[in-house]
């Protein structure tokens, strides 16, 4: 039988979607996955993730914390095989 670790990362846990009036609303996931880190400037923190080796699936999805912020949440699938 196959255990099976999920993995769930916090990425950029708060996520400002505030802004001014005018500025079109983005999609708080689609902000994170098109973000990027400043030690590797070349691939978007989406393309890393989304094309992660190590996942047998996973998910994106944003939640509301307790004092209104909103979060993204990767939950990640990782066979216990790779660990």
């Not at 190590?54 to 909103?70: A, L, P, V």
Request: glycine share 6%; hydrophobic share 40%; net charge negative.
């Amino acid at each position: 039988m196959v255990l099976t670790i999920i993995l769930k990362i916090l990425l950029l846990a708060i996520v400002n979607i505030s802004g001014c009036s005018n500025e079109p609303r983005i999609n708080p996931i689609d902000r994170v996955k098109n973000g990027i880190l400043d030690n590797d400037t070349t691939r978007t923190i989406g393309t890393v993730f989304d094309n992660y080796q190590y996942f047998s699936d996973h998910s994106w999805e944003t939640f509301t914390s307790s004092n209104g912020k909103t979060i993204v949440l990767l939950t990640g699938i990782v066979n216990n095989e790779i660990l």
